[in-house]
């Protein structure tokens, strides 16, 4: 069992910065695929980033690509993902995941945090 904790959103202005920190509880959070989806209103939840237990391997969604960094210290428990350059379309709640497998799809991550909100304005 994992539980994750997510931190670190609120209000920031078009082209601001902000880092969000899940910290994860459980023993066995250095096996796990660390990643970032989120979720604006009316819409799907949707990939952002992922990491591998190594951080040998990365993924990002094409919108984020270039302004968006995730990162994980295992000695912490801790995934963050680093927001740079935030767009009114960035705007969402932001969830991280835990899972088994480096994947994109939402259906692979086994664990949830309950999501911190990130607004953008323009």
């Known amino acids: 069992q994992v539980q994750l904790v997510e931190s670190g959103g609120g209000l920031v202005q078009a082209g601001g910065s902000l880092r969000l920190s899940c910290e994860a509880s459980g023993r066995t959070f250095s096996s796990y695929v660390m990643g970032w989806f989120r979720q604006a209103p009316g819409k799907e939840r949707e990939f952002v980033a992922a990491?591998?237990?190594?951080?040998?391997?990365?993924y990002y969604s094409d919108s984020v690509k270039g302004r968006f960094t995730i990162s994980r210290d295992n000695t912490k428990n801790t995934v963050y993902l680093q927001m740079n350059s935030l767009k009114p379309q960035d705007t969402a709640v932001y969830y991280c995941a835990a899972g088994r497998a480096t994947t994109k799809d939402r259906l692979g991550y086994d664990y949830w945090g309950q999501g911190t909100q990130v607004t953008v304005s323009s």
């Open positions: 990491i591998s237990w190594s951080q040998r391997t990365t």
